[in-house]
């Protein structure tokens, strides 16, 4: 009587623990699969990070080309600058002593004018003939140094104008390059929180995918368990679940 009445038990409590151990399978299943829709979320996250980071890179590179373009060129502006500057400066110093030799002989002409001309020179160790070319060499001289002092004024002007086209060029492209500078600053920043949320997303996808396969095992187990159970209760048929040991 006792050991048909444990048998009856025995088959009780291995029919219990299988129908326990179904739901507990269950409730792991639910967690597989959400550990599964995780995984895949994150994957989705990551492509579009990856696509945001692609095109960053490509941005930075279309702006160093374009920086180094500017840059390029504004170093060519600086050195027209550099030689405009210093034709500038030699035109305005041959300028000053055209000028001042004009001076000096202007202030020759008046002196010799006032103190009598060619009439005075006549007294000298001077001829006639000599005297006469000298005054009409010294008109023909100051023409001649006032044409070039007009020369000179105006090519100092021409390269004035010049300097001062290339220094403003000078300036567009420095306020040119200062702008592509900071866009580049920003793209780097954002680009390095992307990378930053790509390394979270990685972490992510990290622990889903062991958290899966802890679940993943764990659900292999309880199936075995199940197993066993089943061939304690006989008539009993429990579905597997799909894992492989």
Not at 13 to 24: D, I, L, M, Q, R
Not at 121 to 143: F, H, I, Q, W
Not at 207 to 217: F, G, I, M, P, S
Request: aromatic content about 4%; some cysteine; charged content about 35%.
């Amino acid at each position: 009587f006792l050991w048909p009445a444990l048998a009856s038990w025995a088959c009780l409590c291995a029919v219990w623990a299988a129908e326990s151990g179904e739901k507990e399978l269950e409730g792991i299943k639910k967690k597989i699969e959400a550990e599964q829709r995780g995984i895949s979320r994150v994957k989705k996250n990551e492509g579009t990070v990856r696509g945001a980071l692609e095109k960053m890179d490509q941005e930075l590179e279309k702006k160093n080309r374009e920086l180094k373009q500017i840059t390029n060129r504004l170093e060519i502006y600086q050195g027209n600058l550099q030689r405009a500057e210093a034709q500038i400066n030699e035109i305005q110093s041959s300028l000053r002593l055209r000028r001042e030799l004009l001076e000096r002989r202007l202030r020759a002409l008046y002196k010799w004018e006032r103190s009598g001309g060619p009439w005075m020179l006549l007294n000298g160790d001077l001829s006639a003939a000599e005297v006469m070319r000298r005054k009409r060499y010294l008109p023909t001289t100051l023409a001649r140094d006032q044409e070039l002092i007009e020369q000179y004024a105006s090519e100092s002007a021409r390269q004035d104008r010049l300097r001062r086209q290339v220094e403003q060029k000078s300036q567009e492209l420095s306020v040119e390059r200062g702008a592509l500078v900071k866009v580049k600053e920003t793209i780097r920043v954002e680009k390095k929180k992307k990378q930053e949320f790509l390394l979270a997303l990685r972490k992510e996808k990290e622990t889903h995918a062991k958290t899966l396969k802890e679940l993943e095992q764990a659900a292999l187990r309880l199936q075995k368990m199940i197993d066993e159970m089943t061939r304690r209760a006989p008539g009993r048929s429990v579905p597997g679940v799909g894992f492989e040991a």
